[in-house]
């Protein structure tokens, strides 16, 4: 990982972008010689078939009974809000 100062890279900031786009490079960037962030390029994502769907949401955590109440009145308020007949998708 190749190591930068804000100052430069905020000036070069296309081209550092380039060079993670297209040649996969990683830089650390510098304060005062200390790291304070990295320029990466992102992690692959994991494709999750169709099928799978059911195993993922079975590994999800649970709402609390309490939460699930109170999750319910926080939608009921938001129709309240801006109006049940309201379609949202519009």
Same mark, same amino acid.
């Given at each position: 990982?190749? =190591? ?5 890279? *905020? ?12 040649? /996969? *490079?990683?830089? =650390?960037?510098?304060? /005062? ?5 990295? @320029?990466?390029?992102?992690?692959? @994502? ?6 799978? @769907?059911?195993? @993922?949401?079975? +590994?999800?955590? +649970?709402? !609390? #009974? $309490? $939460?699930? !109440?109170?999750?319910?009145? !926080?939608?009921? =308020?938001? =129709?309240?809000?801006?109006?049940? !007949? +309201? $379609? #949202?998708?519009?």
């Amino acid at each position: 990982m190749e =190591e930068i100062n804000v100052t430069q890279a *905020a000036r070069n900031l296309t081209a550092l972008v380039n060079r993670v786009a297209r040649q /996969g *490079a990683s830089f =650390e960037l510098t304060r /005062g010689g200390r790291p304070i962030a990295r @320029l990466v390029p992102p992690s692959p @994502l994991k494709e999750v078939k169709v099928l799978e @769907l059911s195993a @993922l949401f079975a +590994r999800l955590p +649970r709402l !609390d #009974p $309490d $939460d699930i !109440d109170a999750f319910e009145q !926080d939608i009921g =308020e938001s =129709e309240c809000a801006v109006g049940a !007949d +309201r $379609d #949202p998708w519009t």
